[in-house]
């Protein structure tokens, strides 16, 4: 079983623990074991990258971690919630008011403006957020001008900051991000990196990011590496060539 993984010194509480996690596929000898027994604690405030070579389980984990897929045995806790432990119900309203996500397809209404867009998580919970923070995050991701534009008619980079709007008007407790600049272009992966970034920064948001992108990574206060389902490495504040080194490492 894996060390548990510990936030930096000054980072605050644990606001997410994965425990002896563990996620198999299928039965029997044709079992596929994605996680083998991963431990991991993420403190508030802290911008973590998950990466690791192809079929990893990387995403797998990231799924686990938000709760998007069941797991075969171990814990997840959010804050002091075991998800694991979660009715279906229970464990849809804890992720619309206690999580937040943004995947590489943005998964956008297209019916609905970018505004609308922001707005509907909160607004299928029952709640609002107040004015003030909502045009905190739109100034910040540079939204204003496009608030009343759909999908169809907003660039990929601005199509993710929406996302990422969305993600956070809601405050949650964790921020996971599934490779986020991958449909990006350069320059728009930059801005996206840059606003999650000063998320953690400025309104000490928790962030758990997956990438393939050892520039993305080096974003991040720490680098997790996973390999065939466990945990086999960590690097606190990675630099690209550090990342990069480290995955031909890993591939080679």
Not at 107 to 129: F, S, V
Request: with cysteine.
């Amino acid at each position: 079983m894996e060390t548990l993984s510990e936030p930096r010194a000054g980072l605050g509480e644990h606001v997410a623990v994965a425990h002896d996690l563990a996620k198999s596929y299928g039965r029997g000898e044709g079992a596929v074991h994605a996680l083998r027994g991963v431990n991991a604690a993420f403190g508030r405030g802290q911008f973590t990258a998950i990466m690791g070579p192809s079929g990893s389980g990387k995403s797998t984990f990231l799924h686990c971690l938000a709760g998007l897929d069941a797991v075969t045995s171990g814990s997840v806790l959010i804050g002091d919630v075991d998800i694991t432990r979660l009715s279906r119900s229970a464990l849809t309203r804890l992720r619309r008011d206690r999580l937040g996500f943004v995947f590489q397809s943005f998964n956008l209404l297209p019916m609905l403006t970018a505004e609308e867009n922001i707005r509907l998580t909160g607004r299928l919970g029952g709640r609002d957020a107040d004015r003030q923070w909502f045009d905190s995050i739109v100034d910040a991701l540079g939204l204003r001008g496009r608030l009343r534009h759909r999908p169809a008619e907003l660039s990929g980079g601005q199509q993710q900051r929406v996302a990422v709007a969305r993600a956070l008007l809601t405050r949650p407790q964790v921020l996971f991000a599934d490779e986020p600049t991958g449909n990006l272009d350069s320059r728009a992966g930059a801005e996206v990196l840059g606003f999650l970034r000063g998320a953690v920064d400025s309104y000490r948001q928790t962030v758990v990011m997956v990438t393939h992108d050892p520039a993305a990574a080096a974003r991040a206060d720490r680098v997790l590496f996973l390999a065939d389902g466990r945990i086999v490495g960590e690097l606190a504040d990675p630099t690209a060539d550090l990342v990069h080194d480290r995955m031909r490492t890993m591939e080679g």
